[in-house]
C-alpha cells in the first residue's frame, strides 16, 4: 500500500457516486497481472526477461500535461557510434520528465556531431527561454547538460564542446555502476534506472515525431536482461541485440544517457600542501 504508484496500476471503478450524489473520481487501485493485461488490455505481459514492457512503454506516449521544472536545466544525452552498419549516432533533449527532441543519423564525424549537439541545445534554451519568467536571466545554451558516451569518436566530441565551454560530462558504459550490489557496470545500470523512471510516471515521450517513438519501442522492448552468479542484473550485450532487430539500440542508448542523474555540482579538490621543516619546527616550539 506504501509503493509508489506505477503507470500501469488501474483504478476500479474510475468513478464513484458520494453521498451527495456527484460523480467524482473513485475506486480502489489495482497492479495487473500478466494475464489481465494480455486478454483484457491487449497488451504484451511486463512479466518476462525485458527491461522495459509495452505497457509501461505505452503509457509514456500518452498525452500528458507538460509540467516543467524550472530548477532543472535541460538535458542531452548522445550515443556516438562507428557511423557504418547497423551503428547509428543519436542525440536525446529533455527538460524535467518531457522527452522534446531526439536526432540520428548514420555519421561518424565528430564535427557534425558537434554541430547537431549545438543545435539541439540551442533549441532546448530557446524552449526553456520563452517559458520562464521574464525577470529571470535567459538561459546560456552553453549550460544545457549534455551526456556523453566517452568512446571513440565521443572523445573527439567530448573534447570540441569543452572548447566551447559547453557544460559536457563523460559516461562510461563499461565503467563501474554506483550500485555495484545491484548491477556489474553503469550500462545496466542505466537501462534499469530508466525504465523504472517510466514506471514511475516521470519519463514521457508525447512531443516526439511518430516515426521516433516506433524506433524507440522497438529498441527498447528489444533489450533482455539476466542474473549473473553475484546476483547482479546483467544487461545482454549490444551484439546479441543487433542479430534480433538489425541494428544497434543507439536511440535506447541516447535516451537513457538524457535521463541520466548528472551530477549537481562541480566537485572541488583541496590540495593540502606540506609547511617548510623550519614552520613545522616553529608550529611545534608554540605547542610546547
Known sequence: ANEPRRVTDIQWPCEVIDDFGQVVPGGAWYRPGPIFQARCQGLWPSAGDGVWSDPVFSATCLPHADRFDYLQVPQIGCDTALGKGEDFFAAHGRWGSVSLVHETSNTMDPVQIFAALKRI??????????????????????????????????????????????????????????????????????????????????????????????????????????????????V???????????????DGDALNLAYYQLPTAAMSMVTMTARPKRERAAAERGRR
Open 121 to 234: 541545445a540551442q533549441y532546448l534554451a530557446d524552449h526553456f527561454n520563452e517559458r520562464k519568467h521574464k525577470n529571470e536571466a535567459p538561459l546560456d545554451p552553453r549550460a544545457v547538460r549534455i551526456a556523453i558516451d566517452d568512446d571513440g569518436v565521443g572523445n573527439a566530441v567530448l573534447a570540441l564542446l569543452k572548447r566551447e565551454k559547453y557544460s559536457v560530462f563523460a559516461v562510461g558504459a563499461g565503467c563501474r555502476a554506483s550500485r555495484e550490489q545491484s548491477y556489474p557496470n553503469k550500462r545496466s545500470e542505466l537501462w534499469f534506472d530508466v525504465a523504472d523512471r517510466a514506471e514511475l510516471g516521470l519519463l514521457h515521450l508525447h512531443c516526439l515525431d511518430k516515426p521516433t517513438v516506433r524506433r524507440l519501442r522497438q529498441q527498447l522492448l528489444a533489450v533482455r536482461w539476466s542474473l549473473n552468479a553475484a546476483g547482479q542484473r546483467v
Open 236 to 250: 545482454e550485450p549490444k551484439d546479441k541485440i543487433k542479430e534480433r532487430i538489425g541494428r544497434s539500440p543507439d
